[in-house]
């Protein structure tokens, strides 16, 4: 009996470590995201799990418009298919993040599995000659293992500050962006995926993502904020660039 419960709070202290570490640092990255924006008085325009068809040339265009970089958490497998899309973004001085290769879910996978999927997420950007801007774990999840990797290799964890909820229970565009007034700037997490699996009105995502940084670019240059890329939240603000091609 007594054996029995040890080991059952053996296993209870053990999934706490293997999870609730992963779960802390990443609160205490959020609140150093949120410290870094309020100096720089910076929003950072983020985007995940691309490229694709049609949202990544359509965002593309839009930012070489307003003159705006952004950092792409790219998707290996999704570069390598993509590949014209993929140079564009290059060719405009988007900064790129590695996403992994196959959007492994830390939390669902084995650790050895989850460890492969990013080495091969950033061995894919290393073959495309690709500087990478850090690495966004999928769904924001990671365990002991996958922290302590990025933490032994020097790879820079990218998490963010404001869920735009694309993918799910999006939010209305003025509330979003009060958001951002209210905690002066953030790193701003959206995906240029074609079309969720999930959330309300999946086929209406490319527009909702559109119209979403568009609003924003305004929201910034009205309030004057500075628009970032990921990168120059850690660099002297002599060195940064807010501004894209031209």
Same mark, same amino acid.
């Given at each position: 009996?007594?054996?029995?419960?040890?080991?059952?709070?053996?296993?209870?202290?053990?999934?706490?470590?293997? !999870?609730?570490?992963?779960?802390?640092?990443?609160?205490?990255?959020?609140? =150093?995201?949120?410290?870094?924006?309020?100096?720089?008085?910076?929003?950072?325009?983020?985007?995940?799990?691309?490229?694709?068809?049609?949202?990544?040339?359509?965002?593309? %265009?839009?930012?070489?418009?307003?003159?705006?970089?952004?950092?792409?958490?790219?998707?290996?497998?999704?570069?390598? *298919?993509?590949?014209?899309?993929?140079?564009?973004?290059?060719? $405009?001085?988007?900064?790129?993040?590695?996403?992994?290769?196959?959007?492994?879910?830390?939390?669902?996978?084995?650790?050895?599995?989850?460890?492969?999927?990013?080495?091969?997420?950033?061995?894919?950007?290393?073959?495309?000659?690709? %500087?990478?801007?850090? !690495?966004?774990?999928? !769904?924001?999840?990671?365990?002991?293992?996958?922290?302590?990797?990025?933490?032994?290799?020097?790879?820079?964890?990218?998490?963010?500050? *404001?869920?735009?909820?694309?993918?799910?229970?999006?939010?209305?565009?003025?509330?979003?962006?009060?958001?951002?007034?209210?905690?002066?700037?953030?790193?701003?997490?959206?995906? $240029?995926?074609?079309?969720?699996?999930?959330?309300?009105?999946? %086929?209406?995502?490319?527009?909702?993502?559109?119209?979403?940084? =568009?609003?924003?670019?305004? !929201?910034? %240059?009205?309030?004057?904020?500075?628009?970032?890329?990921?990168?120059?939240?850690?660099?002297?603000? =002599?060195?940064?660039?807010?501004?894209?091609?031209?």
């Amino acid at each position: 009996m007594a054996s029995g419960l040890l080991w059952i709070i053996l296993v209870i202290l053990s999934l706490g470590v293997w !999870f609730g570490v992963p779960v802390f640092f990443r609160w205490r990255a959020g609140r =150093e995201l949120g410290r870094l924006t309020r100096k720089r008085r910076a929003i950072v325009l983020t985007y995940d799990d691309g490229p694709s068809d049609i949202v990544t040339p359509r965002l593309t %265009e839009l930012l070489r418009q307003r003159k705006v970089r952004a950092t792409f958490f790219v998707i290996g497998r999704n570069a390598a *298919h993509h590949s014209e899309t993929f140079r564009r973004l290059c060719a $405009d001085g988007h900064e790129i993040g590695n996403h992994t290769q196959d959007h492994l879910n830390a939390w669902k996978s084995g650790p050895l599995q989850a460890v492969r999927d990013i080495r091969r997420g950033a061995g894919s950007l290393a073959e495309l000659n690709v %500087e990478r801007a850090g !690495f966004r774990p999928p !769904f924001g999840k990671c365990t002991l293992a996958t922290l302590l990797y990025c933490l032994i290799s020097g790879t820079r964890l990218a998490f963010w500050t *404001h869920d735009s909820r694309d993918s799910w229970h999006r939010l209305p565009t003025e509330q979003f962006l009060e958001q951002l007034r209210a905690t002066e700037g953030g790193v701003v997490l959206m995906h $240029d995926f074609d079309r969720p699996q999930r959330g309300p009105s999946p %086929e209406e995502h490319p527009d909702y993502v559109l119209t979403l940084t =568009e609003k924003i670019i305004d !929201f910034a %240059e009205t309030h004057d904020f500075n628009l970032l890329v990921f990168s120059d939240l850690f660099d002297p603000p =002599e060195v940064s660039s807010i501004r894209g091609p031209t």
